[in-house]
């Protein structure tokens, strides 16, 4: 797994997005929303590569990614029909720590991919510990009953703060969550350039 595990508000303010939502990263960025590095007020435009890199790196950084993780992500994506930048994007959405962050049931991705490489969860009664699992409309994915898991996601639950996802129902009781359908383009919660992305990854 390609999480990155450095400064976390240096990349927010580097790709001018809050892509890590811890609150410290967020505390950090706002109080400094300059670029790190950058002295002036004054900024060259990116170049075109640039542009797509920027794009391409805010994917990498929300969803996870190592480089070459990314790059066979998107090769698949272009094996299918339809608009590969799309395709992309929603197989990036069905990651399980991306579902499992959008469910409610943590406030962070890397504190979804934590759970999941632990084993607090399973995907239709089977315990599974690749955040990279991709899930599919109907699965269900439960806290496991051990330990203080119990107490821990539901503290969690109790405490967010974050946007209704629509393509989840959540049963925070019983601690289990259903995805009910294919996210679309709509659904994605980065916003990012997708059209720059694909150009790029396509050079």
Known sequence: MGHYTGAKARINRRLGSMIFESAGAIRASERRSDPPGVRSKRRNKPSTYGEGLIEKQKIKYYYGFGEKQLRRFFAKAARKTGNTGDIFLIECELRLDNVVR??????????????????HFTVNGVPVDKPSFQVKPGDIVDVRRKGKLVDLYQQAIATQTGEPCDWISSDNERLRFTVDRRPDKSDVSLPVNINKVVEFMSR
């Open 102 to 119: 959008r469910s409610g049931f943590t406030k962070t991705r890397p504190q979804a991919r934590q759970g999941i490489v632990h084993g």
